[in-house]
């Protein structure tokens, strides 16, 4: 049974980074596409960031060019580095894992990032 945990988030000022961390365990990393999801209060989950096994990723537009995604194979785990944190980014920030060829998704537990000042 596939568990993400994840960790890193909290509070920052407006203009500052936030690097959030998910680690993988009972499956096979390889197998996932691995990306992170934020919600905001009263608006849909909205895709952040997602990579693939072989390290392609893709961003949503709102965090083009301020955030990152990275995946370690070795260690089974993916960040998210966030840069220029605007206000609009606060949300609760969930991992997800899709498993290749399926609808098959995974989540963690969520971890809130507020920006404020």
């Known amino acids: 049974q596939v568990q993400l945990v994840e960790s890193g988030g909290g509070l920052v000022q407006p203009g500052g980074s936030l690097r959030l961390s998910c680690r993988l365990s009972?499956?096979?990393?390889?197998?996932?596409?691995m990306g992170w999801y934020r919600q905001a209060p009263g608006k849909q989950r909205e895709l952040v960031a997602v990579?693939?096994?072989?390290?392609?990723?893709m961003y949503g537009d709102s965090v083009k060019g301020r955030f990152s995604i990275s995946r370690n194979n070795a260690e089974n785990t993916v960040d998210l580095q966030m840069n220029s944190l605007k206000s609009d980014d606060t949300a609760v920030y969930y991992c997800?894992?899709?498993?290749?060829?399926?609808?098959?998704?995974?989540w963690g537990q969520g971890t809130q990032v507020t920006v404020s000042s």
């Open positions: 997800n894992a899709r498993r290749l060829g399926t609808f098959e998704n995974d």
């Open positions: 009972g499956s096979i990393f390889s197998l996932f596409d």
């Open positions: 990579v693939t096994p072989g390290g392609t990723s």
